[in-house]
Nanobody, 125 residues
């Protein structure tokens, strides 16, 4: 079984940066599509970014384009999310998720097989 654990969240001022890491145990992430999602209190879960293991293509939601970058570190079996120029509206619990299928709707959470428990990101104004 795969277990995903997010780390790197915390409190940062607007304009600052954080780097989130999604670490896997029990499975290698090298052949999983990995997505990052976030959910703010009172709001629906929303897609942030994803990386397709086969094509190595990356996809980002419009609100984070140009600011967030998803990347893989196969040596550490992690998928990271570098977040720059953070805004208060980025405040949310951030989740990583892994999907075994190649052809998925990467913005839809139901396509993902494994989920972490989330890490809190708080951006102060």
């Amino acid at each position: 079984q795969a277990q995903l654990v997010e780390s790197g969240g915390g409190l940062v001022q607007a304009g600052g940066s954080l780097r989130l890491s999604c670490a896997a145990s029990g499975r290698t992430l090298s052949r999983y599509t990995v997505g990052w999602f976030r959910q703010a209190p009172g709001k629906e879960r929303e897609f942030v970014a994803a990386n397709n293991w086969s094509s190595m293509s990356t996809y980002s939601a419009d609100p984070v384009k140009g600011r967030f970058t998803i990347s893989r570190d196969n040596a550490k079996n992690t998928v990271d999310l570098q977040m720059n120029s953070l805004k208060p509206e980025d405040t949310a619990v951030y989740y990583c998720a892994a999907a075994s299928k190649i052809d998925i709707d990467y913005v839809a959470g139901e396509w993902y097989d494994y989920w972490g428990q989330g890490t809190q990101v708080t951006v102060s104004s």
